[in-house]
């Protein structure tokens, strides 16, 4: 008996289990929603889900009946039926109902997620966010901080953040599951739209969501994933206060940072900023800006955040990820690379 | 004997074929050449899934892998799917519909060899520094961006094939109205010719706006024209809407004569009419009709606006209405019925809920606000494989198997036959359901590569060896054609058995010239009234006598490939190569003077003689 209940525990757990890795990884999923957009996305999917589930079952009872009832037994011609008037009301109208019910729903959801008026009020405290993407690699500018950052979005949680949208070279489409569906940046208008980070998801996933790019692009479409760091609003203020402070490139510390601030200086600053006070326009700034490049998650967004993986990228970018643009464009020796790989993960701006 | 059924050699049946007018066997080149595509796309779709199986993979550059998953889509829609259901059109419509032949015989040829030479010259783009490698859908932004001459490959090859195609709708649109028998009204009309009709119509409206695209795109990569040039107030949106005006309708073009080939072929294996004929061909108009009213559900996340989106979501529900009438209806017909599970109804009963699966995914994805999440993710590529396999790709499978003994005069082996349905049919399956949940995790679409640690590794690996079981059913099924073929056992009219239209009342395969005299038509199944009556064929509608048919000419031939040589041409003109303009200029010329010799040499074509005609008759009597 006992050990019949052991079992019964194990195989609970095994379902469950299995339940849960069918609902995907916290920091990515769709089906872990993080926030009020993938929240209502959620919801949709799962009323959609319920009302097809049932037109499936209707359909499959029909269909196993006359799968095994009809088979040929003998060379009978059947009767010749031309229709009817009544079934065919009933599947043309029960339809309809269940569309409408999933119809309503879908419209005002549709409005309330294109829902952007506060970014466009005067004096609104709402937070504003300036999503650029690049082949391949995003901008997140705060206009209303001033600072301008890249690869690694940090927003506060449980607030509205408004995002305005645009592409600089082709389309991209920029998309953080756990948190909300995506929205196109396209190279000729600014889209807008909103999304909620909720602390308690965000916790489960670490306080840092994956972001995708979801729109075909070029070779490295694939590895043009950036991450998304949550924190509290206290942290968040605190961050962009830090931001603000570099307003002057921070000088090295080692000896070899210092060295490698001079290649940076001679090679990499054309492209790169150091500075979040960005006064390049928007349109000129051809790299990623690398003020807290210390503190981020991942180098070029898909490698590891180690020095190592950073000595790898600047020798053959090409390598991790093909078609970048920055490849070719400067050349360092095996040594100067150490040096600019010191300086690089000195940037740090919290301390 | 008449002189036209001699044995002949390999030339002059090569000859034969590369003139004929004859609707059979353009029928049978669009299926060797949509076969032929089909393996094309389907060894592209194989490298995708091994670059796939695990993540970090190395099989391909990046690169090269956009280059096949835009080859792999463009050839499986435009070279493999639309001629395979062109094939079937233009072997079983003139017969269901009484018919000698197609309006137009010799456009009919000449849609055929654009269609051909388009697809040769953009395939052609892999021997040149690259295939396009922007997607099938081109976007403009990416193309406008994309090196090499891949886009330029895609651009020039799409017009020719899809001039071919619109040809060929306007010629069984004109077949249709004309032709028909004595008393085949409309209502009596087979439903395959009536999605034949609606989709004709749908190819006549569809593919203008996607020329005007490719005509835009020209202008911009060749001479420098800023249509969609953003920063010269160009504006690469109306690339979007130009593709899915055409787009959305085009899957419609795909999937209604599927659903034609499976309204044949529930009535046939289960001894029953067609349930609810009437409401059957009323849902394809509707579905043919609201087919261009809901393109921008493909681009709910460019940010068109709620208003947009909300009306092309409901839009977009609507479409499930008529869709599902039909399941109902097919379900019905079988009801009741005296079923025998042959191989095309094994086909077509798994299409059920294959394309029910697909088809509740659409109405998922319809739902605008939900779509933000499915968009462009492994969801979407999961739908519209279970539409386009589970419900085009099966019909060309089913229809391969029915009308082949029409066709060819043999029946496919019914073992092998099911083999290959278990095969394909569980590999599918094994593929691309796993594929929905790996777009809700997460993965995006067209991704080259996925990094460990996200979840996707099993999945991805479940779905690759999917693909080795779809990859055995073709396999099997070629077997199976090249086996009997080999073994060559001849049939008689009706090899099923069970026909109901009027292709059954003619032998397997008929003569070149269809019909002796013009069936009479009493009604709907015009041959299974005949025979429960029973009579052996059809009541003839007229007397015996002189049949006027066309000549077979080469310059269908001629005119596509002075395209195709042209198109060499204008592509390189872009490299500022010497050779260039001359190779443009001799292309067209060979193409303008194939049309002027067309237009002033007088072709009366030639009789078939009354007398010639009995003795065929008699012919047959001895056989027998």
């Known amino acids: 008996m006992k050990r019949l209940a052991k079992w019964r525990l194990i195989s609970i757990f095994a379902i469950l289990s299995l339940i849960l890795s069918g609902c995907g990884e916290p920091f990515l999923s769709t089906l872990r929603p993080a926030g009020e957009v993938a929240n209502m996305q959620y919801d949709l999917m799962k009323l959609s889900t319920f009302i097809m589930v049932g037109v499936i079952l209707v359909v499959a009872i029909i269909f196993v009946i006359v799968m095994v009832k009809f088979r040929r037994k003998d060379d009978r011609i059947p009767k010749q039926v031309e229709g009817s008037h009544k079934l065919e009301i009933i599947w043309t109208a029960i339809p309809i109902l269940l569309l409408l019910l999933l119809a309503v729903p879908t419209v005002s959801a549709t409005f309330k997620l294109a829902d952007v008026s506060p970014m466009d009020k005067k004096d609104s405290d709402a937070l504003v966010i300036n999503v650029r993407s690049n082949l391949y690699w995003w901008e997140f500018e705060y206009p209303g901080q001033g600072i301008v950052t890249g690869q690694d979005l940090v927003v506060p949680t449980d607030e509205k953040v408004y995002f305005n949208l645009i592409s600089s070279d082709v389309k991209h489409s920029f998309w953080v599951p756990a948190v909300g569906g995506k929205l196109d940046t396209n190279t000729e208008n600014v889209n807008k739209f909103w999304l909620e980070f909720d602390s308690a998801k965000a916790k489960e996933a670490g306080d840092l969501f994956y972001g995708k790019c979801a729109e075909l692009c070029g070779p490295s479409h694939a590895l043009m994933d950036f991450k998304v760091k949550t924190m509290s609003r206290d942290d968040f203020d605190n961050w962009v206060a830090d931001m603000k402070d570099v307003e002057e490139p921070k000088i090295a510390e080692t000896e070899s940072a210092q060295r490698g601030q001079e290649i940076f200086n001679k090679s990499c600053i054309g492209c790169h900023a150091v500075t979040p006070a960005n006064g390049t326009p928007p349109e000129a700034r051809r790299a990623p800006n690398l003020t807290n490049f210390g503190e981020r998650s991942r180098i070029a967004g898909v490698l590891d955040h180690s020095e190592e993986d950073l000595k790898k990228w600047l020798t053959d970018p090409e390598k991790y990820k093909p078609g970048n643009l920055m490849t070719g464009s400067y050349s360092l020796t095996e040594e100067q690379i150490n040096d600019v790989t010191e300086y690089l993960m000195g940037l740090k701006v919290q301390e | ?624």
């Open chain 2, 1 to 624: 004997m008449s002189t036209y059924a001699q044995k002949k050699g390999f030339g002059a049946t090569l000859w034969d074929f590369l003139t004929t007018v004859d609707h059979k066997k353009i029928a049978i080149l669009y299926l060797i050449a949509g076969g032929f595509f089909f393996v094309v796309g389907g060894l592209e779709a194989v490298f995708i899934r091994i670059q796939l199986a695990v993540p970090n993979n190395d099989f391909v550059s990046a690169g090269l892998f956009n280059e096949i998953i835009t080859m792999h889509g463009t050839t499986m829609i435009f070279l493999a799917a639309m001629p395979l259901v062109f094939a079937f059109m233009n072997a079983v419509m003139p017969l269901q519909i009484g018919a000698r032949d197609v309006a137009f015989p010799f456009v009919n040829a000449l849609g055929f060899w654009l269609f051909f030479f388009g697809g040769v010259f953009l395939n052609l783009s892999w021997f040149f520094d690259g295939a396009p490698d922007a997607g099938w859908t081109s976007y403009a932004s990416l193309a406008m961006a994309s090196k090499g001459h891949g886009i330029d490959f895609y651009v020039l090859g799409l017009q020719i094939s899809g001039l071919g195609t619109l040809i060929g709708g306007i010629n069984f649109l004109v077949t249709i109205i004309n032709m028909r028998a004595p008393g085949m009204t409309y209502m009596r009309m087979p439903l395959f010719t009536w999605t034949t009709f609606v989709t004709s119509a749908l190819i006549l409206f569809a593919f203008p706006p996607l020329t005007v695209g490719l005509v835009l795109m020209m202008f911009d990569r060749m001479f420098g024209s800023n249509f969609f040039v953003t920063t010269m107030g160009g504006n690469t949106v109306i690339w979007e809407h130009l593709f899915w005006i055409f787009g959305h309708p085009e899957v419609y073009i795909l999937i209604l004569p599927a659903f034609g080939i499976f309204s044949e072929i529930f009535p046939i294996f289960s001894r029953k009419r067609l349930f609810g004929y009437s409401s059957m061909v009323f849902a394809t108009v509707l579905i043919g009709f609201l087919g261009f009213m809901v393109w921008a559900h493909h681009m709910f996340t460019t940010g068109l606006g709620p208003v947009a989106n909300a009306i092309f979501a409901v839009a977009t529900m609507a479409i499930g209405v008529p869709t599902g009438i039909k399941i109902f209806n097919w379900l019905f017909t079988v009801w009741g019925g005296s079923v025998k599970f042959t191989t095309p109804m094994h086909w077509a009963m798994a299409f059920i809920p294959s394309f029910l699966a697909g088809g509740v995914t659409g109405v998922m994805l319809a739902v605008a606000a939900a779509d933000y999440q499915y968009h462009d993710t492994y969801f979407v590529v999961a739908h519209f494989h279970y539409v386009i396999v589970g419900g085009v790709v099966f019909a060309i499978f089913a229809g391969t198997h029915l009308y082949w003994p029409k066709m060819f005069g043999t029946m496919l082996n019914e073992t092998l036959g099911k083999i290959t349905f278990w095969l394909f049919f569980v590999g599918f399956h094994m593929t691309f359901f796993i594929q929905h949940f790996l777009g809700l995790w997460g993965m995006p679409r067209r991704v080259f590569t996925y990094l460990p640690g996200q979840g996707f590794e099993t999945s991805n690996l479940i779905s690759s060896i999917g693909a080795v079981f779809m990859s055995l059913g073709v396999i099997v099924m070629l077997y199976n054609i090249i086996i009997t073929s080999v073994k060559n056992v001849k049939v008689g009219n009706d090899p099923w058995g069970d026909g109901r239209t009027l292709e059954w009342a003619l032998p397997s395969p008929p003569p070149f010239y269809n019909f002796k005299q013009l069936p009479l038509v009493r009604g709907l199944d015009a041959y299974w009234l005949e025979k429960m009556e029973g009579k052996k064929g059809m009541t003839p509608a007229e007397p015996l006598g002189d049949i006027h048919m066309p000549n077979s000419s080469i310059l269908p031939f001629v005119i596509a490939f002075g395209l195709f040589v042209a198109a060499f041409g204008a592509l390189f003109n872009m490299d500022d190569k010497a050779w260039s303009v001359p190779v443009l200029i001799i292309g067209l010329l060979i193409t303008f003077g194939a049309m002027f010799l067309r237009s002033v040499k007088d072709d009366h074509g030639f009789h078939i003689h009354k007398e010639e005609l009995m003795e065929d008759d008699n012919d047959k009597g001895v056989k027998a």
